[in-house]
């Protein structure tokens, strides 16, 4: 790589870091109401809180054959905050 190229990456990382230790600039408290209005998950978007969601294999797979309905299995590995 030449010295150029490698001048110019050392400029984006040094601009970067820069910037990174700046911060967010904190939310107007006369802009909050609106932004949190529309951020906020609508009732029509969390159908999935309605569902009656079984955190036992053994007893959705009793309540399934008892019901003729499939099994949707929902699993992760790592951190539950993080899935990593």
């Excluded at 010295?3 to 909050?32: D, H, K, M, S, T």
């Excluded at 809180?49 to 079984?54: G, H, V």
Aim: proline residues 10%; positive net charge; glycine residues 8%.
């Amino acid at each position: 790589m030449p010295f150029g190229n490698y001048a110019l990456l050392a400029g984006c990382v040094v601009a970067a870091i820069a910037q990174a230790g700046r911060g967010a600039e904190p939310i107007p408290p006369e802009q909050y109401r609106t932004l949190h209005t529309l951020i906020k998950p609508r009732a029509a978007e969390e159908k999935w809180a309605q569902i009656p969601w079984l955190a036992s294999l053994w007893e959705a797979r009793q309540r399934a054959a008892r019901e003729g309905k499939p099994i949707l299995l929902w699993e992760m590995d790592g951190h539950p905050l993080g899935c990593v």
